[in-house]
């Protein structure tokens, strides 16, 4: 099973609002509502941010949100800091029973 | 607080086996699945497989079978996932990590660095 589709990376000025699509299949993406998004800083561990598509752990900043269209799951950043520069990446439950990653994006900040 | 913490960095030649631990601590043992996932260098994520801890059962994709095992010691409170016949693409940093219930990884280990080489 290839891994889900995401950009190799994408840019955005302080304070603008960014968005990261990660594309599977109707067998990952588009049959269950279990995405979740993962923010990984350089040499640090990753650390989850959206889980269910939508919802966000305690103590994640609500500038972070998902959303879902189809096989297509979207990670939105507003209000972008410094500080959000990092790879992130998302993940599906399958219909295999696993579990699929996307190749990663990496947020550039200017 | 709940801690996964990992064994160190191990070197190996090929054709090993490497086995690295996760000691858990500050929750219910029996109540989270434990993912293993790893980055080789410069690389993405990548999903090896989980262990149902309570069930004891485990579940691996296809490329892994046949040379992956995960385990698990209910009186510590630790998973161990043992990999065989290394390669040098092998090579990569090993995270643990815990399932949210939802279908979500939310506290993982510092990981582990595995280097394969002759």
């Known amino acids: 099973q290839s891994a889900l589709t995401q950009p190799a990376s994408v840019s955005g000025s302080p304070g603008q609002s960014i968005t990261i699509s990660c594309t599977g299949t109707s067998s990952d993406v588009g049959n269950y509502n279990y995405v979740s998004w993962y923010q990984q800083h350089p040499g640090k561990v990753p650390k989850l941010i959206i889980y269910d598509v939508t919802s966000r752990p305690s103590g994640v900043s609500d500038r972070f949100s998902g959303s879902k269209s189809g096989n297509t799951a979207s990670l939105i950043i507003s209000g972008l800091q410094t500080e959000d520069e990092a790879d992130y990446y998302c993940?599906?439950?399958?219909?295999?029973?696993?579990?699929?990653f996307g190749g990663g994006t990496t947020l550039t900040v200017l | 607080q709940v801690q996964v913490v990992q064994s160190g960095a191990e070197v190996k030649e090929p054709g090993a086996s490497v086995k690295i631990s996760c000691k858990t601590s500050?929750?219910?043992?029996?109540?989270?699945?434990i993912h293993w996932v790893r980055q080789a260098p410069g690389q993405g994520l990548e999903w090896m497989g989980k262990?149902?801890?309570?069930?004891?059962?485990?579940r691996y994709p296809q490329r892994f079978q046949g040379r992956l095992t995960m385990t698990r010691d209910t009186s510590t409170s630790t998973v161990y996932m043992e990999l065989s016949s290394l390669r040098s693409d092998d090579t990569a940093i090993y995270y643990c990590?815990?399932?949210?219930?939802?279908?979500?990884?939310?506290?993982w280990g510092q990981g582990t660095m595995v280097i394969v080489s002759s």
């Open positions: 993940s599906s439950y399958t219909t295999t029973k696993n579990w699929i």
């Open positions: 500050g929750y219910t043992f029996t109540r989270h699945h």
């Open positions: 990590a815990r399932d949210n219930t939802r279908w979500a990884l939310d506290i």
């Open positions: 262990i149902n801890v309570n069930e004891d059962t485990a």
